[in-house]
Nanobody, 126 residues
Framework: QVQLVESGGGLVQAGGSLRLSCAAS????????MGWFRQAPGKEREFVAG????????YYADSVKGRFTISRDNAKNTVYLQMNSLKPEDTAVYYC???????????????????WGQGTQVTVSS
């Protein structure tokens, strides 16, 4: 089992950057594939980015490709989401999620993930 705590959200102007962090408890962080999702008011939770357990494979939603980067530091039990060139439509609560999986698979549907953080708010002003 793993517990996840996100941080790094806030208010930023359009075109700005933020880096979200997700700290995981436990000694088995390297066994988990990780994902970032977001949910805006009145909308369903959507996939943003995924990172394989190996750390060598990534996958992004088309809406963030080229602007966001997901990475992990297993020594720190932390996964990051670097968000650049932010747009007002990126405004949402951002969640990290974990799934115990094989070395290279990435899932992009929320139901595949067993563990979730509490979320961190990102607001992008125009």
């Amino acid at each position: 089992q793993v517990q996840l705590v996100e941080s790094g959200g806030g208010l930023v102007q359009a075109g700005g950057s933020l880096r979200l962090s997700c700290a995981a408890s436990g000694r088995t962080f390297s066994r988990y594939g990780m994902g970032w999702f977001r949910q805006a008011p009145g909308k369903e939770r959507e996939f943003v980015a995924g990172l394989s357990r190996s750390g060598t494979r990534t996958y992004y939603a088309d809406s963030v490709k080229g602007r966001f980067t997901i990475s992990r530091d297993n020594a720190k039990n932390t996964v990051y989401l670097q968000m650049n060139s932010l747009k007002p439509e990126d405004t949402a609560v951002y969640y990290c999620a974990a799934k115990s999986i094989d070395y290279f698979t990435i899932y992009d549907t929320p139901t595949e993930y067993a563990y979730w953080g509490q979320g961190t708010q990102v607001t992008v002003s125009s």
